[in-house]
């Protein structure tokens, strides 16, 4: 009877370890399935803009999110884009706004978290939080100062929020609001496959954003050498026509 007890107990632990296993290839399978499906969104004909719209719009479905925000920066210019995003017949509409002078303090004050979840307390008066995230290498943050959020807590409000920092090389770094999310894990798991998924699509985000810029430039490029040509050329002769006129 002890020995029967015995392997019994050893049964019903590796049916839970191998149960665990099972759930947790087929959660990694998920998630290799929802980055593969926003990396497929990176194209180059829909440019920057376009990219950005399709894959929050991926994610406010995912989550059952109504709005999302956006606030970009870039290095060479201190002023903030910011954008918002929402679901109409299930088709992304954005809306750029002007972000002024006070963009930076409601959107992009600095906090420790590159991920973060932030939820409401119940109550009256001034508004708490609780709040978990993850710092740039990972590392679990709990009882996460939200000091950050207050400037759009103050525009906005909110019960629940997703905030996910990105950084494009030097150039370009920002942060994405999702208002209100559902989650369907818990938060740990969900800020944990988000930063990955931020890791996985930003690279190919990252391409576009030098693609656009060196179209930039060569345009810039291109009007500097037709001016120079008009100039030396088309103009010189002009001038000639117009002294032999005289």
Known sequence: PKRLLMRSVYLVVMGFLLGYLAEQQKKLRTEKDVAARLLGLVRMDAGLGGTLSEIIARLLRMYGSPKAFVASRESENSRVSVGTLELKNDAPQVQWMDS???AAEIYLRESLAATCYVKKRPGQGKPEFDAMGLDSEGTLL????TGFLQGLEEAY???RLIAISFAFGRELSGRVYLMDPILSSSVEEEIHFLQDLSRQVGPAVYNLYLL????????ALERARLSRELHDGAVQSLIGVEMQVD
């Open 100 to 102: 002024g002078l006070s």
């Open 157 to 159: 409000g909110f019960q």
């Open 212 to 219: 656009r810029r060196l179209r930039q430039r060569a345009g």
């Open 142 to 145: 709990r009882d996460l100062d």
